[in-house]
Nanobody, 115 residues
Framework: QVQLVESGGGLVQPGGSLRLSCAAS????????MGWYRQAPGKQRESVAS???????GYADSVKGRFTISRDNAKNTVYLQMNSLKPEDTAVYYC?????????WGQGTQVTVSS
């Protein structure tokens, strides 16, 4: 069983920055993918960024150049550095850990970008 605990959300003004963290614990295989999705009110959940255990990263077009994903394999932790935040980035952000066909999710953390 895998547990994911997120932190770092909050309220920030447009143009500001936030850093999200997600720590995984439990039975974790070395071959995995960690990343972030987000869901805004009235919208479908969308992929934001991902980071494989092999070192490959991927980003949604809407966040490229503004968000950076990183991970610490020794701590089973993934981070999302979010810069130049826009009101349209407002959403609940969920981290995930995928091992094969099995995906575990965090509880979600609210990010609100507003003046």
């Amino acid at each position: 069983q895998v547990q994911l605990v997120e932190s770092g959300g909050g309220l920030v003004q447009p143009g500001g920055s936030l850093r999200l963290s997600c720590a995984a614990s439990g039975s974790i295989f070395s071959n995995n993918v960690m990343g972030w999705y987000r869901q805004a009110p009235g919208k479908q959940r969308e992929s934001v960024a991902s980071f494989t255990s092999g070192g490959s990263t991927g980003y949604a077009d809407s966040v490229k150049g503004r968000f950076t994903i990183s991970r610490d394999n020794a701590k089973n932790t993934v981070y999302l550095q979010m810069n130049s935040l826009k009101p349209e980035d407002t959403a609940v952000y969920y981290c995930y850990l995928r091992m094969g066909t099995f995906t575990s999710w965090g509880q979600g953390t609210q990010v609100t970008v507003s003046s």
